[in-house]
């Protein structure tokens, strides 16, 4: 109901310029600015006397908003929601891999529901295949100066500070690759506010030729890198689900030969496996194909046969020109391994040499969320870190720590009671290196010294493994796996 008179509802008047209409649930006039020589805006105008002639309709490519019936047609020519045209860079589901030739939907139920004895097999099984699997990753925690001042500012929250930590350690083991550095690419991964680029290029301070390729598939508010206006540094955001993203047909990797860092702040399950497939399949093994050149055509013409077999030997890099790589590193924090998918997964082959297949690995990476599954509360309350906003899904939507996103039906105290709370955390944790531990087997596979290592404290995150990954012929032993 339109207020004509707003001192009748106690609440003063209608801020000038915006709309007369007052909302009853909110105890306020709406916000929303009007037209000229307008009262109501165009969402309340059919409740107003004015416009009751009109009808207001919901539009029907997006029903959180109405339409007045009569300009149907051309509100669905610009409306918001309307599909959009494809950009050259959308090519269906390149990075999603094969699916697989069994489907196992039918066979599979809530591991609440299963039986004492299947969920005893279950184990048996995650824990023969994780034999001689190391279970204690390396600490790599660090910080970096660029965020020396933002980690010590007082009007720093629990949850800001909390961030900032990460994304200091992030930057660290980014710069210790000696991946930090001028004429490059980095691509964030599931980029939301753009925090973590925002990072890397105030450490990057005037260094030239940086550019940000900030992939994001939906809508985000307050985002950071538009911000950024330096002159040797472009910022770039797309919006697309990695599933869909060809690096390839990007103009400015298409163009120029700079080489790609990837990196993300807790890329959720199935999109870590999205984003390397998109690196080192999609876009790095296609390069490689174009520029594929023997060793011998890469040294000056005037070296004897005798100097070019010693230089393919002992790889002499000062006298052999450097031969251009497509993906200079990979570093993400990974999150979320409940929220992976069989058929994205890039370990598959790994587990099948293992004798597991789609159905044991569907149970594992619910079995993953065990790992954090309960304990959430406690770490948390340890680190005196407040909860108010952890329930928030747009607070920082970079990380979700809580295990049981998506697995109402398998958190730790809906399971049989003949495993302990301390046992189940371990079996988490077991099912999180098993799914990591065929993303390194790929990733060798692929040409890379993959590893991982923890990049934060437990008080800080429970996600708190990173991966990462540099070609094999520029790995030391720090970085391998």
Excluded at 99 to 116: G, R
């Amino acid at each position: 109901m339109a207020a004509s008179a707003p001192t009748r509802h106690g609440t003063g008047f209608p801020i000038e310029g915006r709309c007369g209409y007052y909302v009853e649930k909110k105890k306020r006039f709406c916000r929303m600015v009007v037209a000229a020589g307008k009262r109501f805006c165009g969402e309340h105008a059919g409740a107003a006397e004015e416009e009751n002639a009109r009808k207001r309709i919901l539009c029907p490519l997006d029903p959180k908003h109405t339409v007045y019936e009569d300009q149907l047609a051309k509100h669905l020519k610009k409306c918001n929601s309307r599909e959009k045209p494809k950009p050259d860079f959308f090519i269906q589901d390149i990075n999603a891999g094969l699916k697989d030739e069994t489907e196992i939907s039918e066979q599979l139920v809530p591991i609440s529901s299963l039986s004492e004895e299947q969920l005893e097999n279950l184990i048996k099984k995650l824990r023969k295949a994780s034999e001689g699997l190391n279970s204690t990753l390396k600490d790599q925690i660090m910080s970096h100066p660029a965020l020396h001042d933002a980690l010590h500012d007082p009007k720093n929250g629990d949850s800001a500070t909390k961030h900032l930590k990460q994304q200091a350690s992030i930057l660290g083991n980014i710069e210790k690759l000696k991946l930090l550095g001028p004429r490059r690419c980095f691509v964030e991964f599931g980029a939301g506010k753009g925090k973590l680029s925002h990072w890397v290029d105030i450490a990057l301070k005037d260094a030239e030729e940086v550019h940000f390729i900030l992939v994001e598939k939906v809508t985000t508010r307050f985002k950071v890198d538009g911000k950024h206006r330096k002159k040797n540094s472009v910022f770039e955001r797309l919006q697309i689900d990695i599933q869909h993203l060809c690096l390839n047909k990007i103009p400015l990797l298409s163009k120029e030969k700079l080489p790609v860092v990837g990196i993300g702040k807790h890329l959720c399950g199935v999109a870590t496996d999205l984003a390397l497939r998109c690196l080192v399949e999609t876009y790095a093994a296609s390069c490689e194909e174009r520029n594929e050149e023997p060793l011998a055509k890469r040294i000056k013409n005037d070296k004897t046969e005798k100097e070019i077999n010693t230089l393919a030997k002992e790889g002499n890099e000062k006298n052999v020109p450097e031969k251009w790589t497509p993906v200079a590193g990979i570093v993400i924090a990974l999150c979320c391994h409940h929220r992976c998918d069989w058929r994205h997964y890039v370990g598959k082959e790994y587990f099948r040499a293992l004798g597991l297949g789609a159905v044991e690995f569907h149970y594992f990476q619910r079995m993953s969320s065990w790992a954090t599954c309960g304990m959430r509360k406690t770490a948390l309350e340890a680190s005196n870190i407040s909860t108010k906003t952890k329930d928030k899904p747009n607070d920082d939507s970079e990380e979700h720590d809580d295990g049981r996103h998506g697995t109402t039906d398998d958190g730790a105290e809906s399971l049989p009671g003949f495993l302990t709370i301390e046992e189940k955390k371990k079996i988490g944790h077991l099912c999180k290196l098993l799914i990591d531990q065929g993303r390194i087997k790929y990733l060798q596979q692929k040409g890379f010294s993959p590893a991982l290592q923890y990049y934060t404290d437990p008080l800080v995150s429970l996600e708190n493994v990173l991966l990462t990954a540099l070609p094999s012929r520029s790995s030391t032993p720090e970085t391998t796996a």
